[in-house]
C-alpha cells in the first residue's frame, strides 16, 4: 500500500497505528487484540500509523544515534530485570525515556 506522498508502506504490525512501542523492540503489544505480536505479524484490522502517513512529507527530523542507543540500553535494562525477576516497576514509557534524555543531553534530534 501507499501513503498520500507516495512512498510504499508493507501492510504488518510494524507499520500499524494500533501498536504500542512500549514495548521490546523484538515484538509489539496490538492495542487492537490486547497482545503481544510480531512485527512481522498481519491481521484484517491493521491500519496506516501516523508516522508511516507522514512519511515521505518532508516534514520529519532525524533522532541522534545517542538517543536511540539509549532507548536500546533502558529497554534491555528492562528486560533483563524481568527476565531474572527484579522488575518492581512497569517499564518507562517513551516520553519518560525522551524526557530523561534530554534532562541530559538536550534534545533527540539532530540540529540541522
Not at 508493507?10 to 503481544?36: G, M, N, P, V, Y
Not at 542507543?69 to 525522551?98: C, M, N, W
Request: glycine share 6%; aromatic share 8%; net charge positive.
Amino acid at each position: 500500500m501507499r501513503n498520500q506522498y507516495g512512498v510504499e508502506v508493507k501492510e504488518f504490525c510494524a507499520s500499524c497505528k494500533h501498536k504500542d512501542l512500549t514495548r521490546l523492540i523484538s515484538s509489539r503489544f496490538c492495542l487492537q487484540h490486547h497482545k503481544s505480536v510480531k512485527p512481522q505479524g498481519h491481521c484484517k484490522q491493521w491500519a496506516m500509523s501516523e508516522q508511516m502517513e507522514a512519511a515521505g512529507s518532508g516534514r520529519g527530523k532525524v533522532k541522534k544515534k545517542a538517543y536511540l542507543k539509549y532507548v536500546l540500553a533502558v529497554r534491555e535494562d528492562e528486560s533483563l530485570a524481568d527476565q531474572l525477576g527484579l522488575s518492581q516497576f512497569p517499564h518507562k514509557t517513551l516520553e519518560q525515556i525522551r524526557q530523561d534524555f534530554e534532562q541530559k543531553n538536550g534534545s533527540i534530534y539532530i540540529e540541522p
